[in-house]
């Protein structure tokens, strides 16, 4: 069974960066795509960023310019850059990944929370 473990949450003020790490149990070459989502308290799990293969990405509106998006397959890891954090950023971030058009995994979660 395919494992993505996140790392890299935890608490920072309004303004801060965090950089959010997914390491995946096997090589993440061939993989549709990757990326992070996220679900606020009492809100829908939403899309933050995605990555194909081929390096392509996709942001959500609210966080175009702020966050990045990136993979390593030499490490197996999706990363996800986060500048100027603000309060609405807090949620507990996913990682998600599509190795093929039958298979996809989740990441247990982290937590963010941006707070004074």
């Known amino acids: 069974q395919v494992q993505l473990v996140e790392s890299g949450g935890g608490l920072v003020q309004p303004g801060a960066s965090l950089r959010l790490s997914c390491a995946a149990s096997?090589?993440?070459?061939?993989?549709?795509?990757m990326g992070w989502y996220r679900q606020a308290p009492g809100k829908q799990r939403e899309l933050v960023a995605e990555?194909?293969?081929?390096?392509?990405?996709n942001y959500a509106d609210t966080v175009k310019g702020r966050f990045t998006i990136s993979r390593d397959n030499a490490k197996n890891t999706v990363y996800l850059q986060m500048n100027s954090l603000n309060h609405e950023d807090t949620a507990v971030y996913y990682c998600?990944?599509?190795?093929?058009?039958?298979?996809?995994?989740w990441g247990q979660g982290t937590q963010v929370t941006v707070s004074p």
């Open positions: 998600y990944a599509r190795k093929s058009s039958s298979l996809s995994y």
């Open positions: 096997e090589s993440i070459f061939n993989w549709v795509f």
């Open positions: 990555i194909t293969g081929g390096g392509s990405t």
